[in-house]
């Protein structure tokens, strides 16, 4: 059971949050505007578009990103 708290909670925290978690990349380079990864499965190199990066762990928000999500009006996507 500790396996599922660890692994499929916090997916499913972001999940209600709007975030979409991608495992299974590394990341090769970061610029104001993409992300360049790379799939470890397949070896194939993707790049994504951001606004704002927070590079984070753990399975809780952050004090300074929720108080970001308020001044920006998302904070009703936390729970």
Do not use: N
């Amino acid at each position: 059971m500790l396996g599922y708290q660890f692994h499929f909670l916090p997916h499913e925290k972001f999940s209600r949050d709007g975030i979409d978690v991608q495992t299974g990349r590394r990341v090769f380079s970061l610029s104001d505007k993409e992300i360049t990864m790379k799939i470890k499965s397949t070896g194939e190199v993707c790049s994504v578009p951001h606004g704002l990066v927070v590079w984070s762990t753990g399975v809780e928000t952050r004090p300074v990103v929720k108080d970001f999500m308020a001044q920006i009006g998302q904070s009703g996507h936390l729970r």
